[in-house]
């Protein structure tokens, strides 16, 4: 594969059995570096989402008190300090089914809310830019309705997005790494080709050839690998990634919200093989620049 | 020969060259190759002729002294400059050095290759110099598929292929018979003659006495030049340079290099082509 971009070579590179092993190791390496850069833009997306879906939306919550008949009273009483809130745009009460909904991953499946005091949720949505003091609206609620609570959702999507951004900067690391890597398998087999090869980029270099003749045919032989292994690689990690959209989808879409790769991810995962073919490349040319640097 | 103008090629000034700590093999080495000039380099071996052809086609920095190659000062000619320099030298390596991985063809090729000539010009020299050495027939032959003859025939053809102001040959006649060896000699004798600046490293007395050019005697890494000379005859000095075995085979070739250097002798089919080829070429 990309045996085109050697053309004719004054060097037997293509027979060097110490360069077969090269884009095996760039595909794995490729493979790695496609789920690593997936994962990072996902959690990219998740976390922007996140931030976006819950800014500007906070939960109120009252608890529910010994004497059932109180709770309409006590909810109705909260309703007025939201209405009278300049800040809100709108809310909304929870169902007593929504309730039950969002507790079952943790209670399991509960018929009704006689089985269980439920708390009472309101849903609320600031205005566009609105900044509220949520403190101080819990203040004011707790005046009126003694046992309620806000939750403006903050401490825990910090710790999400926190959480995330640490996993992303480790994806970060795993691709330095990976780039790391590839750059010493190619110094190492360029250094060993230069080795092989010497008594011939003697005599080029003494019938008059530049450097960077010679250093194109081991920055060429480098690209071809590169190509190879990395689209290798490429083929390997798009099924996997696949796989594991398909695992994703399954689980429920409240912890892991729209887990997908947008088209622009796509295309900067397929680019991947290509950048590193492209670090092949540099990283052949720069190496045998120094080495015949070292020559008269 | 042309006659030999002031402009010099190379000129070294109480040059001195060694190899890490070990002692001097070449010492206050001072000489000038005018330009269309032929001489012989010789010494016993070990004398440092090899070493002083590296220093002059550039494989060698000197551990002291002046090296001028075509009016430049080498130590201090950027070395992004030395591969232009370089590709006006043509050599004959000693062992030819061919690259055994490619045909003939691209052997010969490669001087004009690494110096950018576009692949159709490539092509039309690199097949005219092969037909005149010879090997028209092998042009796609490995080295190793070639004989020693045919080597050094490539080796030649490479070296002289980029049209060269300076030609230097390292023991050519080593590998090849006394026959061929003066078919080689009246070869470098005919480049010379279309302009080119010829040194050939040998110690091969016999040829240098005969051909009479100018020498540079190394002896214990000390350099002297000697004059192009008149070539001796034996009857008038009494001295037979070469053993009566020998005398039969060099009166053959030497009388058929004179009248054709590049024509067929008896027995061989190792031939170079017609003269007049090789001067439109270069």
Redesign the interface.
């Known amino acids: 594969m990309f045996k085109f971009l050697l053309r ?1 070579s ?1 060097l ?1 590179l293509d ?1 060097d059995a110490h360069s077969q092993f090269l884009p095996w190791l760039i595909a794995f390496m490729v493979f790695l570096a496609v789920l690593a850069m997936a994962g990072m833009l996902m959690l990219n997306s998740v976390a922007e989402r996140w931030d976006q879906g819950v800014t500007g939306t906070l939960t109120v919550q009252i608890a529910p008190s010994e004497d059932s008949s109180e709770d309409d009273i006590r909810l109705r009483a909260a309703l007025t300090v939201l209405a009278s809130t300049k800040a809100i745009d709108r809310y909304e009460v929870m169902s007593d089914s929504r309730v039950l909904k969002l507790l079952e991953p943790w209670l399991g499946g509960i018929a009704n809310s006689d089985e269980l005091p439920l708390p009472r949720l309101i849903d609320v949505e600031l205005h566009s830019g609105a900044v509220l003091d949520s403190k101080q609206l819990a203040e004011r609620l707790a005046a009126k309705v003694p046992g309620s609570s806000v939750d403006d959702h903050r401490v825990w999507l910090e710790r999400l997005v926190n959480l995330i951004r640490t996993v992303q900067t480790l994806a970060t690391l795993v691709l330095v790494f990976i780039a790391f890597a590839t750059v010493g398998t190619v110094i190492f087999t360029t250094r060993t080709g230069l080795a092989v090869h010497r ?2 980029i ?10 960077a ?1 010679i250093a194109q045919q081991f920055s060429r032989r480098a690209l071809s690998l590169g190509l190879t292994g990395g689209f290798l690689g490429l083929i390997l990690g798009v099924p996997t990634l696949i796989g594991i959209g398909f695992l994703v989808g399954r689980m429920d879409g409240f912890l892991m919200p729209g887990l997908h790769l947008a088209t622009y991810h796509w295309v900067i995962v397929g680019l991947l093989p290509i950048g590193v073919a492209v670090i092949a490349m540099v990283t052949a040319r720069l190496t045998v620049l120094r080495s015949l ?1 070292q020559m ?1 | 020969m042309e006659a030999a103008s002031d402009e010099a090629i190379a000129r070294f000034e109480n040059v001195g060259l060694r190899y890490g700590l070990g002692p001097e093999v070449l010492r206050d080495v001072s000489f000038a190759l005018p330009k269309g000039s032929f001489h012989f380099l010789i010494g016993e071996s070990g004398a440092g002729k090899s070493s002083l052809l590296k220093l002059i086609y550039l494989a060698l920095k000197p551990s002291r002294g002046l090296i001028s190659l075509f009016g430049n000062d080498i130590a201090v000619t950027p070395r992004q400059k030395l591969p232009a320099l370089r590709r006006r030298v043509g050599v004959v390596f000693q062992e030819f050095r061919l690259l055994n991985h490619l045909s003939a063809f691209d052997n010969v090729a490669l001087p004009l290759r690494v110096s950018g000539a576009k692949e159709g010009l490539v092509r039309k020299h690199v097949s005219e110099l092969l037909a005149w050495v010879g090997l028209e027939s092998h042009m796609e032959a490995r080295p190793p598929t070639l004989s020693g003859g045919q080597q050094q025939r490539v080796s030649i053809a490479r070296a002289i292929i980029a049209r060269p102001r300076l030609l230097l040959a390292d023991e050519p006649t080593g590998n090849v018979d006394d026959v061929m060896g003066f078919r080689l000699m009246h070869l470098f004798e005919e480049l010379n003659r279309l302009g080119t600046t010829v040194v050939i490293a040998t110690h091969n007395m016999q040829v240098v006495e005969r051909l009479g050019h100018g020498r540079l005697l190394l002896d214990e890494g000390f350099l002297t030049v000697k004059p192009p000379r008149p070539i001796p005859d034996p009857a008038a000095t009494g001295k037979d340079l070469i053993s009566d075995g020998e005398k039969k085979a060099l009166a053959v070739a030497e009388a058929a290099a004179v009248a054709d250097p590049f024509g067929n002798f008896p027995g061989d089919d190792e031939t170079f082509g017609d003269p007049a080829s090789l001067e439109n070429y270069l």
């Open positions: 004719r004054d037997p027979r008594e011939a003697e005599v080029l270099h003494l019938i008059g050839a530049q450097d003749y640097g008269l």
